[in-house]
Each structure stands twice: as C-alpha cells, then as structure tokens.
C-alpha cells in the first residue's frame, strides 16, 4: 500500500478554510467568488474525475437565459415572479463570464439564437400572442426593446426543412465549455486554489471543530486520504445525492453528436425546438446536435454516461429530417453528460448542516447560472 510522506501531509492534506467538492461550473466559479470576497482564505477544490466530469464539459455551450417557449412553460409551473428572477440570475450570470474572460479565451460567438417552431408545435399560437409580454419582462432585465423577434424570413436562409416559424433573440450565443472550464480553473489556480483531482469524496463528519473527510482514491490503491475543513460545500449536482441523499434531485443523462466540419454549413447560432427537447448549433462549421431525451424519458434518468442507440438515433433522425435534408455529414463524435433536475427548476443553494453548504441543481442551465449562484452562495458562507 502507498503510504504519504509527512511532506504531503504538510502540504496538499494541510487543513483547509473551505473544501469544495466538484470542479465543474459551479465548484469552480464558487472557488472564485470565495477567493475574491477573502483572499487569504485556503481553498481546496477536490475532483473525483481526471478532469470534470459531469456537465460542465459535456454540453452543448449555450451561453443562454431561456427561449420563449421555457419562459412561458416555466412561468406556468414556478410562477412569474421565480421564472423571472431565474432568467435575471442568467443574464447577470453572463454578463459576469464576459466579465471575466475574453471572447477569444472561451471561443464567444455571439450569433444570436433562436427558436423553432413547425406546423405540430403547439406552443406556436402562445408564444406568438405573448412575445410583447415577454419582451416587457425582459427588457426591464436585459434594458433591450424587443430582444424577442420573429424571424421567419431566416428559415430558407439556415436550410432547415419542415420549419415554420423561428424566434430570434439576438443576445443570446454559444461558448466552448471545455475552454470555460480551463480558464476558470486556470484563474482560480493562479488565485491559489489548490484543486486535487482523482479524489472521490465518500462521506463527510461533523466534529466539533472541523469537518473531517473521507476519500477515495485510485492512484493511491484505494486509500482514503483524510482532508479537514472548517466549511464545506458540496457542488456535485446530479450526484449529490451520494452524499446527502435527502436532496430533492433527479439525475438527467443529456446525449449530443457532433458531424465533422461541413463546406458551407448554412446553420449559424443557437437553435431551441420542441420546448427544448432538441438544440442544436453550429461549433466553427461543425453542427452540434443535442436532445431527444423525450424519446426515452426513463432511461434517461441516470447516472450513467454511455451514448444510447435509441437517442443516437433519433438525433441522427433529426438532422436528416429538419437541418441537413441535402447535405451528406460524418459524425465524429458522440457523448452524454448528466444534469440535475427535481421537482422543483431552481438551483438549491443552502446550508444543510453546521458549516456544510450545497450549490446544486442546475437544470439545463448552468453555463449562464453559475456565477450567479457561486455568489450567492459565497454570500451564505461569508
Ligand atoms: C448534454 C448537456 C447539454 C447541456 N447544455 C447546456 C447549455 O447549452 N447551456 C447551459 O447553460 N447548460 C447546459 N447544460 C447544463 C450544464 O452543463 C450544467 O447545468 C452545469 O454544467 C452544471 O455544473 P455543475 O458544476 O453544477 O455540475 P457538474 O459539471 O456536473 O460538476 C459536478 C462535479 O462534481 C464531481 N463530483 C461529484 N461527486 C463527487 C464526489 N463525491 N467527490 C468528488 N467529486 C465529485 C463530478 O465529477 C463533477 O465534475 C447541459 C448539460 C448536458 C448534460
């Protein structure tokens, strides 16, 4: 059995201020924001992957706040005044990355985005009738006028087929989440966060004076390397559960393909349909397809990270059918990553036990939702 110097001890398994553990999105602006708010502090992120693995690097990178679709869908179930203040968390929360970060560093493509709608989409007449509404609420967000706007005479344009009406929201963009996650742990290192990856946290105690964790790691045969802490915060989303399993969350494997690059691709921005079920966007002139999770709604409820026939090619399906009719693509590539649903589409963000803290529960929104909440939660802590 591998056994620590008294050097390791000293150093990486010194105790610490705060531990964290997740380094996707939410652990890892969370990190920055407790840094900023006190420097001095020692922060330690643990990691049970090689890198992130979870959401963060597997998504389709919509740096977006809510298609009218959502909005109207989540003001029905959560009530206005939450679906607006969740749109407000999101726009805050981009405005705070292109704060932090060039576009050049997280390859920003700021091309607009959009919905779409065909003769079967019932959602058509609603969102038509209320775009104004809508465009009130959000203006007095955004400060924009009329960020909603029809933009039918585009579908011809992008080469879709058996579209009939799109909605644009020129604000809206596409990101690289892998490049986002880099320059944030890139940041939060040169700040002084020590992140440790390969370290699985099994369970947590509460002691009079520090929480002591236990860790499981494969790089050292399995021993458990004992950290303390005098807070802790759980960002593990969809995984939560293993650690506090009162938690109201219900893991959700999202698939995406990606085609090799496309002469022409005539299809640029970020694109919504069937209430979100499918988006799909071009990376450079590559098309990035994700979804389908309605076509096996309760297989899809796990957390497994495998691709699936089923999804895969209802995906495939897709392209064939609305975006690429006539052109011949590859896909190269093809993969799946798990978010955090519940019964309930806020994040959760509270204490659940003295000094231990959780920011969890990001939906299909955590891109635009993780500054936010890393600051409220920063907020709690303090
Ligand atoms: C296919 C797909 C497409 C998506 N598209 C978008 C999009 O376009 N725009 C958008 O805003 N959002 C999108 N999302 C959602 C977004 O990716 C998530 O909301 C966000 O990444 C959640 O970040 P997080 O840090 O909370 O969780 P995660 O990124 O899942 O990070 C949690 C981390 O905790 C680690 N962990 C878990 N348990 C332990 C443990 N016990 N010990 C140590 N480490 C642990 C995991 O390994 C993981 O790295 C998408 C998600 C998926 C799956």
């Known amino acids: 059995m591998v056994q620590l110097s008294f050097w390791e001890k000293e150093s990486f398994l010194a105790p610490q201020d705060i531990i964290i553990v997740g380094s996707g999105f939410v652990g ?7 840094k900023l708010k006190n420097p001095s502090s020692k922060i330690t992120i643990l990691e049970r992957g090689i890198i992130p693995t979870g959401a963060s690097t597997r998504n389709a990178g919509f740096s977006c706040f809510g298609s009218p679709s959502e909005l109207l869908s989540d003001a029905e179930t959560m009530g206005e005044e939450k679906m607006w203040q969740l749109v407000e968390m999101r726009y805050k929360g981009l405005i705070e990355i292109r704060k932090h970060f060039t576009e050049a560093a997280i390859d920003y493509d700021g ?5 779409c709608f065909n003769a079967k989409s019932t959602d058509w007449d609603d969102c038509y009738t209320k775009l104004d509404w809508l465009n009130k609420g959000l203006q007095t967000i955004t400060a924009q006028e009329n960020l909603f706007t029809v933009a039918d005479d585009k579908l011809s344009q992008f080469g879709f087929k058996g579209f009939n009406h799109l909605i644009e929201n020129r604000l809206e963009a596409g990101i690289h989440p892998g490049k986002l996650v880099q320059a944030l742990l890139q940041k939060v290192q040169g700040l002084g966060v020590q992140v440790l990856t390969g370290i699985e946290v099994k369970t947590y105690q509460n002691h009079y004076h520090c929480i002591e964790l236990e860790t499981y790691s494969m790089a050292y045969e399995g021993i458990n390397l004992k950290f303390t802490t005098g807070q802790l915060l759980l ?3 969809a995984f939560t559960k293993q650690l506090f399993p009162k938690i109201d969350i219900i893991p959700n494997r999202g698939q995406v393909l990606i085609t090799a690059p496309i002469n022409n691709l005539p299809i640029k921005g970020t694109f919504h349909f069937d209430k979100g079920y499918y988006y799909f966007r071009n990376v450079g002139n590559r098309l990035l397809l994700g ?10 409820n796990t957390q497994e990270m495998q691709t699936t026939i089923t999804i895969q090619n209802a995906l495939e399906e897709f392209i064939k059918q609305h975006l690429l009719p006539d052109i011949t693509y590859t896909v190269t590539d093809k993969w799946s990553g798990i978010m955090a649903m519940g019964t309930e589409k806020n994040p959760i963000i509270k204490m659940i036990s003295s000094n231990v803290y959780c920011c969890v529960r990001m939906s299909g929104m955590g891109v635009a939702l993780a500054p936010l909440v890393a600051m409220e939660v920063a907020d709690l802590m303090n």
């Not at 890892?28 to 407790?34: E, I, R, T, V």
């Not at 979804?291 to 899809?300: C, D, H, I, S, T």
């Open 111 to 115: 091309s607009g985005g959009y919905e």
């Open 291 to 300: 979804g389908a999770r309605n076509k096996a709604f309760e297989l899809e």
């Open 28 to 34: 890892l602006w969370s990190a920055l924001q407790l």
């Open 235 to 237: 960002c593990t989303n």
